[in-house]
């Protein structure tokens, strides 16, 4: 019974590709039990869009956040004697004021749950591009300790202001870090006095950490998060759910094969499989063991790892 809890589309996600039923039509295909989408939020500001959305505004952004929820519940219905679809959002914090939108959309839609994710650092992206990476180093003067330490203070104030139940790639930051960058990373005691406030916290509020494979095709040797924080994570009790992170059909359930030989190195035996919300009841998981998620998975060439 395989699963995704975070994933996109061409449709709605313009460095994705195909549409959200392509998407699920291959998730069917490889087996899976549950797949849920969560097309990122929309952003509030012209300055906060992509270079691929130079061609828009925040409130087209608006209106294709409605398409998707309304397309999403369509094949919800569509496909519920096939699969288990689950609806949902992944956040953009940017600035303190975002968190105000994603609380609206909270309240406008019924959504099943949020992916938390921060992709800026005092506004500037941080997973979009090396140079991108580098110019937010450059905002806090090259001081790799003061990005760290922004970038899991902007990750604290997002899971203190929402509480999101899927916390996604939690070490993202890393994504770009150079060597130089990755030694201050594992040594400064203020970086990971932040890290673990911030797994304290979601571990408090019955948060679940996903283990997300998209790091294997953006040329990690691990899924997100590295070992060190699954450690860290296992040791405060920490719950883990399942990410391909997909981008459209093609990536569907991809890498898995590694991500399940992450999963056994770093001791992890069971994960979360979500079960759809209704108004009055929130969404609930149980933790199923993971021989038992890939015990239906067929993969990309129909071959389970």
């Given at each position: 019974m395989p699963i995704s809890s975070h994933s996109h589309s061409g449709q709605f996600c313009l460095h994705a590709q195909g549409t959200l039923e392509q998407v699920i039509q291959?998730?069917?295909r490889q087996g899976f039990h549950t797949f849920s989408f969560t097309e990122h939020c929309p952003r509030k500001y012209t300055e906060d869009l992509y270079p691929e959305e130079s061609h828009l505004t925040p409130d087209d952004l608006l209106h294709t956040f409605d398409e998707y929820i309304r397309t999403a519940k369509q094949l919800r219905e569509k496909y519920a004697d096939k699969i288990q679809i689950l609806i949902g959002s992944e956040t953009?914090?940017?600035?303190?004021d975002s968190?105000?939108?994603l609380r609206k959309l909270v309240a406008k839609y019924d959504l099943d749950y949020l992916v938390g994710s921060v992709h800026h650092v005092n506004t500037i992206p941080i997973d979009f591009s090396v140079e991108l990476w580098h110019k937010a180093l450059e905002h806090v003067s090259g001081d790799y300790e003061k990005l760290f330490m922004d970038y899991f203070d902007h990750q604290y104030t997002l899971l203190a202001s929402l509480q999101p139940l899927v916390v996604a790639h939690f070490d993202?930051?890393?994504l770009y870090a150079n060597e130089e960058a990755m030694k201050v990373f594992t040594n400064s005691s203020k970086v990971w006095e932040a890290i673990e406030r911030n797994i304290k916290y979601v571990s408090s509020y019955g948060g679940v950490f996903e283990i997300n494979t998209s790091a294997f095709r953006k040329?990690?040797?691990?899924?997100?998060p590295k070992p060190?924080?699954?450690?860290?994570?296992?040791?405060?009790?920490?719950?883990?759910?399942?990410s391909d992170d997909s981008h459209g059909p093609h990536q569907v359930g991809l890498n898995y094969h590694r991500g399940k030989a992450y999963l056994e190195n770093e001791g992890i035996h069971a994960l979360a499989v979500f079960s759809r919300s209704s108004k009055e009841t929130p969404t609930t998981y149980q933790m199923i063991p993971v021989s038992q998620i890939w015990s239906t998975f067929v993969g990309k060439n129909g071959v389970s790892p």
């Amino acid at each position: 019974m395989p699963i995704s809890s975070h994933s996109h589309s061409g449709q709605f996600c313009l460095h994705a590709q195909g549409t959200l039923e392509q998407v699920i039509q291959e998730a069917i295909r490889q087996g899976f039990h549950t797949f849920s989408f969560t097309e990122h939020c929309p952003r509030k500001y012209t300055e906060d869009l992509y270079p691929e959305e130079s061609h828009l505004t925040p409130d087209d952004l608006l209106h294709t956040f409605d398409e998707y929820i309304r397309t999403a519940k369509q094949l919800r219905e569509k496909y519920a004697d096939k699969i288990q679809i689950l609806i949902g959002s992944e956040t953009e914090y940017i600035r303190p004021d975002s968190i105000d939108l994603l609380r609206k959309l909270v309240a406008k839609y019924d959504l099943d749950y949020l992916v938390g994710s921060v992709h800026h650092v005092n506004t500037i992206p941080i997973d979009f591009s090396v140079e991108l990476w580098h110019k937010a180093l450059e905002h806090v003067s090259g001081d790799y300790e003061k990005l760290f330490m922004d970038y899991f203070d902007h990750q604290y104030t997002l899971l203190a202001s929402l509480q999101p139940l899927v916390v996604a790639h939690f070490d993202l930051i890393c994504l770009y870090a150079n060597e130089e960058a990755m030694k201050v990373f594992t040594n400064s005691s203020k970086v990971w006095e932040a890290i673990e406030r911030n797994i304290k916290y979601v571990s408090s509020y019955g948060g679940v950490f996903e283990i997300n494979t998209s790091a294997f095709r953006k040329g990690w040797s691990v899924a997100y998060p590295k070992p060190q924080l699954i450690k860290l994570m296992q040791k405060h009790n920490g719950r883990f759910t399942l990410s391909d992170d997909s981008h459209g059909p093609h990536q569907v359930g991809l890498n898995y094969h590694r991500g399940k030989a992450y999963l056994e190195n770093e001791g992890i035996h069971a994960l979360a499989v979500f079960s759809r919300s209704s108004k009055e009841t929130p969404t609930t998981y149980q933790m199923i063991p993971v021989s038992q998620i890939w015990s239906t998975f067929v993969g990309k060439n129909g071959v389970s790892p």
